[in-house]
């Protein structure tokens, strides 16, 4: 007897997001988590704020308002994988914004969050960008941006395998007054 294979999930882009489309259902790994204070609000609340990274390598911040945090905190950890759906689509705004993305995500109470074992999402939303660019921003400029080093050598190797496979690797060195790293960026091609 054949066995049947559950259909494949197709999970929605976050690059797709927008307001008007209030379906979507996203897998998605917690690249941080942490409390906020809700400015907007009296009497010294915090929001639950996460940045959320998908299969592409695309970002968005999530947000959990105040009176949902007891219900999202403990089943959303950071570092873990989830289905996430049922969320309203806002613009991104605020005084600080941890993503480029023109939208954010706003839990509510029928919001879904749903542990996935897909471990092939990225574990790190790293972007590199150049000090011109970071210097050029203005005061006004409301994302992000940690300054972690400057990377000084860049190598690109191929090792070949007995099968015939082919990895490709991407090794650069990052220097800072603190800390001397390496890097390494593996790409697997056929």
């Avoid at 289905?83 to 689509?89: D, K, M, P, R």
Wanted: with cysteine; charged share 20%.
């Amino acid at each position: 007897m054949a066995m049947s294979k559950l259909p494949e999930v197709q999970f929605d882009d976050i690059m797709a997001v927008n307001p008007s489309k209030t379906n979507g259902v996203y897998e998605v790994r917690v690249l941080k988590k942490w409390k906020a204070a809700d400015y907007l609000s009296s009497g010294g609340s915090s929001t639950l704020e996460l940045v959320l990274i998908d299969k592409n390598g695309h970002k968005i911040q999530a947000s959990i308002a105040n009176d949902l945090v007891a219900a999202f905190d403990d089943q959303i950890v950071e570092g873990g994988v989830y289905e996430i759906s049922f969320v309203n689509v806002v613009f991104n705004f605020g005084f600080h914004l941890p993503s480029y993305h023109r939208y954010k995500f706003d839990f509510n109470e029928n919001s879904k969050v749903v542990p996935s074992s897909n471990d092939l999402l990225p574990t790190y939303g790293l972007s590199l960008i150049s000090f011109e660019s970071v210097l050029k921003r203005r005061s006004h400029y409301r994302n992000l941006v940690d300054v972690i080093g400057v990377v000084t050598s860049i190598n690109h190797d191929k090792d070949f395998f007995p099968d015939g496979s082919v990895a490709e690797s991407v090794t650069f060195k990052l220097n800072d007054q603190r800390f001397l790293g390496f890097f390494v960026v593996y790409c697997v091609c056929s």
